[in-house]
């Protein structure tokens, strides 16, 4: 989108987390900023037949961004993707490991994906060296619990994070218990960011 005059979407990437879905923004080249609305969908679902109008119903919804984005204008057309927070299932073949999004992928609302992809493909590259130094024997089950060590921590926390953001209740509740402890959610946006030194 074209934000002419709003300078928070041109330095900050944002995540605003409503009841029952949530907003992206983040700045892109050319002066132009990226905004999109995740909603929860279930096997069964109707399809998103106009991406472009729920992007804007979600903003002119939304009382803290819908006067930041009142003179926006899509400088391409919406694209649908997903489902996207999903697990893959055994990929267990000789010949085959599995790394990046192919592995797993976990909703973007904490911005783990390059994190779990960057540090998912040394782990499948490890199990790959060992593989063609000793045979694939055994490897699969090894990446999956190395996997498992390295990650288990952050994909517990990011579907907990992705129920309580799927819960207008709950997002209530976290609003509100955000403004009474603000460090708890200091340390929580720390936590999600992998900020920790």
């Not at 694939?136 to 498992?148: E, N, P, Q, T």
């Not at 509100?176 to 200091?186: E, F, K, N, Q």
């Amino acid at each position: 989108m074209d934000v002419a005059g709003d300078q928070a979407s041109r330095r900050f990437g944002e995540m605003h987390v409503r009841g029952g879905h949530y907003i992206g923004i983040a700045p892109v080249p050319a002066g132009l900023t990226n905004v999109c609305v995740v909603i929860p969908w279930c096997a069964g679902d109707a399809p998103i037949g106009d991406p472009r109008h729920l992007i804007v119903k979600a903003l002119a919804g939304d009382r803290l961004l819908r006067d930041r984005f009142a003179g926006a204008r899509m400088a391409t057309v919406p694209v649908v993707l997903g489902p996207l927070a999903v697990d893959a299932r055994d990929g267990a073949v000789d010949g085959l490991l599995l790394a990046g999004d192919a592995a797993g992928f976990i909703d973007p609302m904490t911005g783990d994906g390059l994190r779990f992809a960057v540090r998912g493909a040394e782990l499948t590259a490890a199990a790959a060296v060992e593989a063609l130094t000793h045979g694939w024997d055994g490897v699969h089950a090894r990446l999956a619990r190395a996997r498992r060590d390295e990650f288990a921590g952050k994909w517990r926390f990011n579907r907990a994070v992705r129920s309580l953001a799927a819960s207008p209740s709950a997002v209530a509740v976290a609003a509100a218990g955000a403004r009474l402890a603000p460090a708890v959610l200091r340390r929580a946006m720390v936590y999600a960011g992998d900020c920790e030194c």
